[in-house]
């Protein structure tokens, strides 16, 4: 099916099923535990042994010698992999480092062999014993100390340019020049990286933890130089990926190398103190953010440049494409910069780009909008544009940013703020609000999906749709219930397997619209077919309550499936978005209290206004949102990868050290979502709402803290000692 026009009316807008605020169906699985992880296939892979990763000690240099004598004999051991035996390897499209080294180290804990024995315990004891020599080079692990030597955009990058930036910002009434940092993060999900792997004469099964299930597919058919139809790639649930499980990784190909090399089912998860380094993580930021405005608060000048590093095949980090479209100006300068650092990969995180673009950008909106004396919501609404600033006949299909503003501040009683900094304290708490804009792209892509229709009126619907603990196997149920006129009950939903349709994924916010709108082609498929089977006419037959209605007649929708029904398709969008700019929209609100003799600080209340499209499911939609405040408060007081500067490293490499909100910190949580149906997007006309929950949310925080404090940081996290020193006297 083409998506190439708006969306008319269509069997989804009855919203008997869709809409409706329905539990997870994965549920009970999910509290029983028999919804099997990547490294519970038992029965599937009997007999497995278990790989254990041996991981680089050193950032960069050479692999001059490797003896794995003494670990081939340890007790249970059965195989040790590396380079050298493991066959000719090429690297995946989606990595930037090839996932087991060869002669060179290009990062810290880059894998470097896997030893497989029969117990865990043997492998972990084994790889203690495989004993690799190393030359160590000098390599580059400061951004800010490279920051200075790049000048020019990454390639395949350019300065994107409207007007004349540099005039309009000289010229300004008003002028904010300003440099904001965010840094490395970790994605730190539940479930670490797993991998059970089995052959079967030529043919490679993988049960994994990955969100995206032929970009896995297809890099390790590249990387074992094998075509990709016998590689099976199997993944129904993900115990948490954040975008850390969008790519192939080690585990993956690790677990595929020892079932090859002892002939028998092999298991390998990445120990939790190996994931940041070895895997991928949030890389680094340093923003510069200019804006100059007339006396009145008009933006007459926005630039906003972004330097990050990574790999030499890495990519930066797109910490600006938010400032390209979410407030109006006539000169507009945006860029981005990739510094070549040795440390371990960067890429996608949550929301990436506007995660960490947001964090710098509406702290500085908050900033000019003080410098002109305006209420933040009120500069806000000023430059709001209801069309693309660098192409103005290119209009949002629907923007809603204006209505989320003002719904939060009513809703959040913003009028009781007081604007002065350090003005309101409760005892020893210094209290202040803050808010902030919320944006995020509306991205689509092809997705398929087949559905069966059983003599029972069953409906299975299997699609390679990933559930990353989201709600996809229940929003996908919803879709086929309310296409195929059955009770949610009466629909299977099977994910997660590389032998089902191709979908877009779980990634980026496009999923539950993307996969949703596949399934809903393939519904109109099968509806079709179903009508044809019963002599109804395909174009006016309706579908209720099990049954199939064309005028006066009528049929159980079972009766069409003597033998069982089965259609596929694909739902693939045309250009209407690059005729309409697509993006979602947030208020993000916050009530601080701040410890006025130690800094700590204490979120009280949290509030997110959202317009997203049409939303799916609101229970399962706010659980996204929540959980994205929160990673959101992560990210603004506490989450941060640090940098060994000397050997190139992630020193708190585990959950021990490296801190994430716990129950203890989070407060009150709300979640206001507007009616934002947009046929533009989709025939779900819906859009996408995960990540907009977190882009924002950080600034808010650091706006609040500020408005509680009159201490302005720019550097995140805000830890205690950023605010000591400008902390108010206790008198």
């Not at 000048?151 to 010229?171: C, I, L, N, Q, R």
């Not at 619907?461 to 195929?484: F, L, P, R």
């Not at 082609?521 to 579908?543: I, S």
């Amino acid at each position: 099916m083409k998506f190439e026009k708006p969306a008319g009316n269509n069997p989804i807008d009855q919203l008997n099923v869709v809409g409706q605020p329905l539990s997870r169906i994965d549920g009970p699985l999910k509290t029983s535990g028999l919804a099997h992880y990547a490294y519970e296939w038992h029965t599937e892979a009997p007999d497995a042994a278990y790989g254990y990763v041996v991981g680089a000690p050193i950032s960069k240099g050479k692999i001059t010698a490797v003896d794995t004598q003494a670990a081939k004999r340890a007790p249970g051991v059965l195989a040790v992999v590396t380079a050298e035996n493991a066959g000719p390897l090429d690297k995946g499209e989606r990595n930037a480092a090839r996932l087991l080294a060869g002669d060179n180290i290009e990062h810290y804990h880059q894998a470097v062999a896997l030893v497989v024995a029969e117990t865990f315990e043997q492998a972990r004891a084994a790889a203690t014993l495989v004993n690799v020599q190393y030359e160590r080079e000098p390599g580059a692990y400061d951004l800010a100390h490279e920051k200075p030597t790049v000048t020019t955009p990454p390639e395949g990058e350019t300065d994107k340019k409207v007007g004349d930036f540099d005039s309009a910002f000289a010229t300004s009434e008003v002028k904010l020049d300003a440099q904001y940092t965010t840094p490395d993060q970790s994605h730190m999900a539940m479930e670490p990286h797993a991998s059970m792997a089995i052959w079967e004469d030529d043919k490679l099964t993988v049960w994994t933890s990955n969100q995206m299930i032929d970009w896995c597919r297809t890099d390790l058919a590249k990387t074992l130089n094998m075509p990709v139809e016998k590689v099976r790639v199997i993944s129904p649930y993900i115990g948490g990926g954040f975008g850390g499980k969008l790519f192939l990784r080690s585990d993956a190909l690790l677990a595929a190398l020892g079932a090859r090399a002892i002939n028998r089912p092999v298991k390998v998860m990445l120990p939790r103190p190996m994931i940041p380094n070895n895997t991928t993580h949030r890389p680094a930021t340093i923003q510069h953010i200019r804006i100059g405005t007339d006396r009145d608060g008009h933006i007459t000048a926005i630039s906003h440049q972004s330097w990050s590093g990574n790999l030499p095949d890495g990519t930066p980090e797109t910490a600006v494409q938010q400032t390209e479209l979410l407030y109006a100006g006539a000169n507009r300068l945006t860029g981005l910069r990739l510094a070549k650092l040795d440390l371990p990969e960067g890429n996608a995180m949550r929301a990436p780009g506007e995660a960490p673009g947001m964090m710098a950008l509406e702290i500085a909106i908050d900033e000019i909008a003080e410098k002109v004396g305006m209420d933040p919501i009120a500069f806000r609404i000023l430059n709001d544009t209801q069309v693309d600033p660098a192409n103005p006949d290119r209009p949002f299909s629907r923007r809603q940013l204006v209505e989320c503003l003002k719904t939060g501040a009513e809703h959040f009683n913003w009028s009781r703020r007081n604007a002065k900094p350090a003005m309101v304290r409760e005892g020893r708490w210094l209290v202040g609000m803050g808010m902030a804009a919320g944006f995020r792209n509306n991205m689509v892509a092809t997705s398929g999906a087949r559905v069966h229709l059983d003599d029972k009126g069953t409906i299975t619907v299997e699609t390679d749709m990933t559930d990353i603990g989201t709600g996809s196997y229940t929003i996908i149920a919803q879709t086929a219930a309310e296409m195929m006129g059955v009770s949610i009950d009466q629909v299977v939903v099977r994910l997660g397997d590389s032998s089902f349709p191709v979908s877009a994924g779980s990634g980026g916010q496009w999923g539950a619209n993307t996969s949703t709108s596949g399934v809903y082609a393939a519904c109109v498929k099968l509806r079709e077919t179903v009508a044809a089977k019963l002599g109804f006419d395909p174009q006016n037959a309706t579908f209720s309550d099990g049954q199939v209605h064309d005028g006066n007649r009528s049929a159980p929708l079972a009766a069409a499936a003597q033998a069982p029904l089965t259609v596929e398709d694909s739902i693939e969008f045309g250009d209407l978005d690059e005729q309409y700019q697509q993006s979602t929209f947030a208020g993000h609100f916050v009530e601080v209290g701040v410890d006025i003799a130690t800094g700590e600080v204490r979120v009280r209340r949290m509030l997110a206004v959202c317009a997203a499209g049409r939303i799916l499911n609101p229970k399962t939609a706010r659980s996204q949102v929540i959980g994205a405040m929160t990673m959101g408060l992560g990210g603004a007081l506490m989450e941060e990868l640090i940098v060994d500067k000397r050997l190139g490293y992630f020193v708190n490499h585990d959950m021990a050290g490296y801190e994430v909100p716990v129950h203890a910190d989070i407060p009150e949580q709300e979640v206001i979502f507007l009616d934002d149906t947009d046929p533009i997007s989709s025939p779900m006309k819906a859009k996408g709402v995960g990540e907009l929950g977190l882009c924002g949310v950080s600034s808010a925080i650091v706006n609040a803290i500020y408005n509680a404090t009159g201490v302005r940081v720019r550097d995140y996290p805000v830890t205690l000692d950023k605010l000591l020193k400008g902390l108010p006297a206790l008198a």
